[in-house]
C-alpha cells in the first residue's frame, strides 16, 4: 500500500467533506478560544467565569478535546469574550 499525502490532519482523519470542513472550522475556532485566554492571562476559573461555562469545559477547551464541542458553544464562548466572527469563502481547490 503507497503512502498518501494529505494537505491536513483532517483529510487523513475524515473521508466525508462536509464532517471534515466541520472539523477544520470547529479547530480553528478552538485555537482561536484559546489563545484569547492565554492572551488576557485568565485563569481557567477566571475564562468560565467570563465565558460562561464551567471550569471543566475551559480544561477540555485547553486540552483540545474537540469531541466535546461543537461550532455553536465555541462560538458562544467567543461571543461572550467580545469577539466577532468574520467569513471569508473561497472556492475548494
Not at 475564562?47 to 465555541?74: C, W, Y
Request: glycine share 4%; hydrophobic share 45%.
Amino acid at each position: 500500500m503507497p503512502n498518501e499525502v494529505f494537505q491536513n490532519v483532517w483529510d487523513a482523519l475524515e473521508s466525508d467533506p462536509v464532517e471534515r470542513e466541520r472539523l477544520k472550522l470547529l479547530s480553528r475556532l478552538m485555537m482561536m478560544a484559546r489563545k484569547h485566554i492565554k492572551e488576557q492571562g485568565w485563569t481557567q476559573v477566571q475564562a468560565a467565569e467570563h465565558l460562561g461555562v464551567t471550569q471543566p469545559r475551559i480544561s477540555d477547551l485547553m486540552r483540545g478535546k474537540i469531541n466535546v464541542f461543537s461550532v455553536d458553544s465555541v462560538l458562544a464562548m467567543l461571543s461572550k469574550a467580545g469577539l466577532q466572527l468574520e467569513v471569508k469563502l473561497r472556492d475548494a481547490a
